[in-house]
């Protein structure tokens, strides 16, 4: 018999494997039927979805291993990220979704919460001023008017499987919608910027790199604060607080 292994688990959701199943479960059913939704449109590898019981979703594993890790060096290849890239781009090509995703947040909305946070992170002591100021900085690069498109609305690394050279899965679509194409970039290549040439190459066009590393700013500011309150070191080498450092 398979025995049962948690993936993650914090108070909003909780992912368990059993074998090559995958059960999601969430407290907000709406995100599980936005992910529902992505897959069948995305025009990219996905899981097969077995079965759907709110508020359980159950998936098939899709082959192969993941992109990297937040935090570790990746293995992969060059072609594997440039193949990502490619995978990212016709996603971006795609009709778009009927919904707005993570990745298109009202830029006043944005603006808003990143002031609040930056106030939170420095009032707690959780981060030095200079460092929150110089990337609240950085940050102001992404608001701009974007034209949406198909975002997957958090490609972070470990949810981009590869096989070789080339992608087998991309995984947990809850986030997913209309959105700015640059934040997909940005969150996939966190903390991985290296591999950032090799992924605007098989992307296939021409992007601003400010903004995409304004992006970064963006997604660390705002991630740190939950991180720390869900169980998660956004300290961690390479990490989110990483990141941050990496601007000053």
Known sequence: MDEVKMVVAHSERATLRVGDVFLKVDADQARIDVEVEAMALAPVPTPKVLWHKPPVLAIAAVPGTALGRLGEPSTASPAAWAAAGAAIRRLHDAPLP?????????????????????????????????????????AEAALRP???????????????????????????WSEAGQGDALYDLA??????????????????????????????????????????????????????????????
Request: proline content about 4%; overall charge negative.
């Open 187 to 248: 969150t996939v290549t966190l903390g991985h910027e290296e591999h950032l040439g090799d992924v605007v190459a098989g992307y296939g066009t021409d992007v601003d790199l400010d903004v995409i590393r304004a992006w970064g700013s963006v997604r660390s500011l705002l991630n740190v604060r939950w991180l720390v309150e869900h169980g998660f070191d956004p300290f961690a080498p390479g990490c989110e607080v990483d990141v941050l450092r990496s601007r000053l």
């Open 146 to 172: 974007w034209t949406p498109v198909f975002t997957h609305g958090d490609l972070q690394i470990d949810h981009v499987f590869v096989d070789g050279d080339g992608i087998t899965g991309i995984i947990d």
């Open 98 to 138: 009927p919904r707005s995703g993570q990745a298109g947040r009202g830029l006043d909305e944005l603006a808003a919460d990143l002031d609040g946070e930056c106030e939170w992170l420095v009032t707690n002591g959780v981060l030095p001023a200079d460092l929150v100021t110089r990337n609240r900085q950085v």
